[in-house]
């Protein structure tokens, strides 16, 4: 059988293309066109792409179990070795897309606390300044 989306062979009886993923609308008889309909759009390259980049070089997706991800979270606990361990998980070619992702979202999040406390920290010393500077000492 072939898929209506795409075109390309698939399992007789799938509910969902293995290619691009579109549901299959089941018919009454099995008819197969003897040529494919291809269809080339930007939509499904975009598919294509993203799923090309979640997978490893063998074609295997490298998938974080719950265990990892509590390593990963204890890791980024320790100061020094946390900060480093992300930079090299985020920016490594060793680690696989879903640890890359997880770095990468961990540091963006530090930057933006860091921002933000630098913010805070300055309002805090611009209101503490001024209190000061209005206090009359007799």
């Known amino acids: 059988m072939y898929c209506k989306n795409c075109g390309k062979e698939i399992p007789d009886n ?6 691009c993923g579109a549901k299959q609308t089941s018919s ?12 080339n759009s930007s939509a499904q390259q975009e ?20 265990g990892q991800y509590l390593i990963m979270f204890l890791l980024t606990a320790v ?6 361990m992300l930079f090299v998980w ?14 990468r ?10 921002v933000l406390s630098i913010l805070l920290s300055g309002v805090i010393g611009a209101i503490m300044a001024s209190m ?3 206090m009359y000492y007799y």
Do not use: H, W
């Not at 799938?14 to 290619?19: D, M, P």
């Open 90 to 103: 985020g920016f490594g070619s060793q680690s696989g897309p879903n640890k890359k992702n997880f770095a």
């Open 28 to 39: 009454s008889g099995s008819v197969q066109p003897s040529q494919p309909v291809i269809q």
């Open 105 to 114: 979202a961990y540091l963006i999040m530090m930057l933006i606390g860091i």
């Open 14 to 19: 799938s509910v969902f293309c293995t290619n």
């Open 132 to 134: 000061m500077s209005s």
């Open 47 to 66: 598919r294509k792409e993203y799923r090309q980049s979640s997978t490893q070089q063998n074609g295997e997706v490298d998938v974080l179990s719950m």
């Open 79 to 84: 100061p020094i070795v946390g900060i480093v």
